[in-house]
């Protein structure tokens, strides 16, 4: 394997543990109104269960996003201006979603409180509907000419394939989410979660299938078929599963199919890292957009030498907060009141 090869199926590796974990976390957010209605206290069940674990799942996103740029800076710099308004919007709304998270508990306010959720919810839609559109623009190929610069309207990034990409990322992370909730809460939480994983399969699983069969047939390779099955085998032990009530098994099915998902995708682009729509001759390659060879080498031995070390401290993390919560375990708001404080 060449140090071309190495770093593009380690950045695939990335994109897949973000998708998997911050998976979920977006499901939480998207299903917060729904399993938390009736009451704060349920909210705030449902909120902790990605408490202790969110922001270190956006750290693959942006170990990916420099593996990226020191390894193939030409795929970032066409990416990231093509695409600069729609990874902007993600920015912002992982900006928006992280500042809802972290400072709805400061104040002891309905109102404020209320505002937050819509901050968490748009911070979740908004990603996981977004990152489904870009990747399926990146393996249908973009309008890129000579000079490496998207051309074109937006109105050519916007086709069917695209848009049921976005619906594809949308529906796998709330069925996702909403396992996760299932799996880490105890009592009507967990009833109401299971009861809406139930309902989310089937349009999941024939949106996924839709989605990966077209992906295989237009642009996957003789081996790709193998991720698609397992995405689709992914889903029916999930679906087996939550119906068992078994909620592990149900979240390891939906992980497997979000995992393999990406897999089919990045083995469809494969050995492109941006085609064009344009001419074959201005397809960006994992050769022709890379780093230096010693710039590559470089990276891989820290990477060989970092990597363990964070996959052992995220894990032990996970863990530390495996047990399930309950809207018993949940204290009184110790917030600030909202306003200024009387002596």
């Known amino acids: 394997m060449s140090l071309q ?40 069940v449902v909120l902790n269960t990605i408490g202790p674990v969110w922001d270190g799942n956006e750290v693959w996103l942006i170990t990916a996003a420099g593996a990226m740029f020191a390894a193939f800076p030409e795929w970032y710099a066409s990416l990231f201006s093509g695409f ?24 002891d306010d309905p109102a404020w409180r209320a505002r937050c959720d819509i901050g968490i919810g748009i911070g979740s839609w908004v990603p996981a509907l977004a990152w489904g559109w870009v990747f399926a623009n990146i393996v249908r190929g973009v309008p890129l000419d000579a000079d490496k610069q998207i051309t074109g309207s937006a ?15 949308g529906l796998l ?66 679906a087996v599963a939550v119906f068992a009530e078994r909620d592990g098994w149900a979240f390891t099915g ?22 064009s729509t344009i001419s074959d001759a201005f397809h960006l390659t994992i050769d022709n957009a890379s780093s230096t060879p010693y710039t590559l080498k470089v990276m891989s031995w820290a990477a060989v030498i970092v990597t363990p070390v964070v996959l052992g401290y995220q894990g032990w993390t996970y863990w530390v907060f495996r047990k399930r919560l309950t809207v018993e375990q949940i204290p009184a708001h110790t917030g600030l009141p909202l306003g200024p404080v009387k002596d």
């Open 5 to 44: 090869e190495f770093w593009f199926v380690l950045i695939g590796v990335l994109f897949t543990g973000y998708f998997v974990l911050e998976g979920f976390d977006f499901g939480v957010g998207m299903l917060m109104p729904v399993l938390g209605k009736g009451s704060d206290t349920r909210r705030r």
């Open 84 to 107: 600069y308004f729609v990874l902007l919007l993600i920015l912002v709304a992982l900006i928006l979603r992280i500042c809802a998270i972290e400072y709805r508990a400061k104040i």
């Open 155 to 169: 109105a050519d990034l916007f086709s069917p394939y695209a848009l049921l990409g976005a619906l594809t990322t």
């Open 173 to 238: 992370f709330l069925l996702h989410g909403a396992i996760f909730v299932g799996l880490k809460t105890g009592g009507e939480v967990r009833a109401d979660a299971v009861r809406l994983a139930r309902l989310l399969l089937a349009p999941t699983a024939l949106v996924v299938a839709g989605f990966g069969v077209w992906t295989q047939l237009a642009y996957g390779a003789g081996w790709t078929w193998i991720p698609l099955g397992v995405a689709v085998l992914g889903l029916a032990v999930a």
């Open 254 to 275: 939906t992980t497997f199919a979000i995992g393999a998902a990406t897999v089919l995708l990045f083995g469809s682009l494969f050995p492109n890292v941006l085609p």
